[in-house]
Nanobody, 121 residues
Framework: QVHLLESGGGLVQAGGSLRLSCTAS????????MAWYRQAPGKQRDLVAR???????NYADSVKGRFTISIDNAKNTVHLQMNSLKPEDTAVYYC???????????????WGQGTLVTVSS
């Protein structure tokens, strides 16, 4: 089993910053990528940022220049530094990870429970 534990959500004023963290634990052999998605009320879940095992990153256009994703491979932990937050960034943020694990099935694809980010105007 592989599990994700998220932390760092909360309430912040517009223009402020928050840092989300997500740690993967369990029978992990290797991680292919880790990512953050978000889902606002009544909307679909969308990709915010992804980081691959080789360090390649990609971001949603709406967060480019404001958010930075990074990974600590030794700790299987991904961080999302969110600066210049806007009210439209308000959403539940979900961590996602995929890779290989011991046992069967070898491939894992898991989601965290979500952490709420609220940006007040």
């Amino acid at each position: 089993q592989v599990h994700l534990l998220e932390s760092g959500g909360g309430l912040v004023q517009a223009g402020g910053s928050l840092r989300l963290s997500c740690t993967a634990s369990g029978t992990i052999v290797s991680i292919d990528d880790m990512a953050w998605y978000r889902q606002a009320p009544g909307k679909q879940r969308d990709l915010v940022a992804r980081i691959m095992s080789d360090g390649t990153t990609n971001y949603a256009d709406s967060v480019k220049g404001r958010f930075t994703i990074s990974i600590d491979n030794a700790k299987n932990t991904v961080h999302l530094q969110m600066n210049s937050l806007k009210p439209e960034d308000t959403a539940v943020y979900y961590c996602h990870a995929s890779g290989l694990r011991t046992g069967l099935p070898r491939y894992f694809d898991v989601w965290g429970q979500g952490t709420l980010v609220t940006v007040s105007s």
